[in-house]
C-alpha cells in the first residue's frame, strides 16, 4: 500500500523522559512543526525484575523518575495546549500491574499504580473540557524488548537470561487493539489474553481469591526466578 504521507508529514525527535527539562522544547517544536497535537502516546518506561530484599533503593527512584515523573512531565506540556484547543487525546500505557501486584516487579507495579492514580484523578480535573480524552491501556505480557531492558537489583546489572516470549501476545494485536481503544475513547483497556486476563478480573472482583492464587503462583515465579528460569 502506497502512503499518502509526505516528508513534512513526519517529524521524529530524540527524547529523554528523564531530561524533563527538555519537554517543553520538544512539545514546541512539534507544535511549530504541525501547529497543534492531537494525540500524546505516553509509551515510554523499564519494567523490573529483582526481589525487594536484594534491590538498591536507586532502583526505585530510577523508575519513579521514568515511569513516573517523566511520563506526568511531558503530558504537562501537551496538556496546556490541549486545553487552549480544548480538544486532544492523552493515552498512557500502563499495565495489568496497574492493577493488580506481582513478585519481582514491587517497583514497576508501583510506578504503574502511581500512573491509573494520576491519570484517573486527572480526568476529573478536565470535565470542562468533554472533548479532551484521558485513555489508560494496560497490557499484559507482549512480545518485545521489554524483558531485556528491565531494572534488577542494581542499576550497573542487566538482565541475563529474557526467557521464551512466544506465549505472550503478538505486538501488532496489541498495537490494533490499543488503537481501537483510543478510536472508541475507553477510559481503559485491558490488553491481554487468558490466564492473565482473568487474574485481573479476580483482582478487581474477587481480591481475596487473587491474592490467594498470587501467592501460589508468586511462590513458584521466585523459585525460577531464583533457578535462573
Not at 49 to 60: E, K
Not at 136 to 163: D, H, R
Not at 198 to 224: D, E, H, S
Amino acid at each position: 500500500e502506497i502512503s499518502s504521507l509526505s516528508e513534512n508529514d513526519i517529524l521524529v525527535l530524540r527524547l529523554d523522559l528523564t531530561d524533563r527539562s527538555s519537554h517543553e522544547a520538544a512539545t514546541n517544536s512539534v507544535l511549530k512543526h504541525f501547529g497543534k497535537i492531537d494525540v500524546l502516546v505516553n509509551n515510554g518506561g523499564r519494567s523490573q525484575r529483582s526481589l525487594f530484599v536484594d534491590t538498591n533503593l536507586d532502583v526505585y527512584n530510577a523508575i519513579i523518575e521514568l515511569n513516573y515523573l517523566g511520563t506526568i512531565s511531558l503530558t504537562k506540556y501537551v496538556l496546556n495546549h490541549m486545553v487552549q484547543r480544548k480538544k486532544g487525546k492523552i493515552v498512557t500505557v500502563s499495565s495489568v500491574m496497574g492493577i493488580m501486584g506481582a513478585p519481582l516487579a514491587t517497583g514497576y507495579c508501583a510506578s504503574k499504580h502511581a500512573l491509573q492514580g494520576f491519570f484517573n484523578s486527572l480526568r476529573t480535573e478536565l470535565t470542562d473540557y468533554p472533548e479532551i480524552s484521558v485513555i489508560q491501556i494496560c497490557p499484559g505480557p507482549v512480545q518485545s524488548q521489554i524483558i531485556q531492558n528491565v531494572f534488577t537489583e542494581n542499576l550497573a546489572k542487566s538482565i541475563e537470561n529474557s526467557g521464551d516470549q512466544s506465549h505472550k501476545m503478538p505486538t501488532d494485536r496489541c498495537a490494533r487493539l490499543t488503537l481501537v481503544s483510543m478510536a472508541n475513547d475507553l477510559k481503559e483497556a485491558w490488553i491481554s489474553d487468558h490466564p492473565y486476563l482473568a487474574v485481573c478480573y479476580l483482582w478487581q472482583y474477587a481480591p481475596t481469591w487473587a491474592w490467594w492464587l498470587m501467592n501460589r503462583m508468586g511462590k513458584r515465579r521466585i523459585q525460577n526466578f531464583k533457578s535462573g528460569i
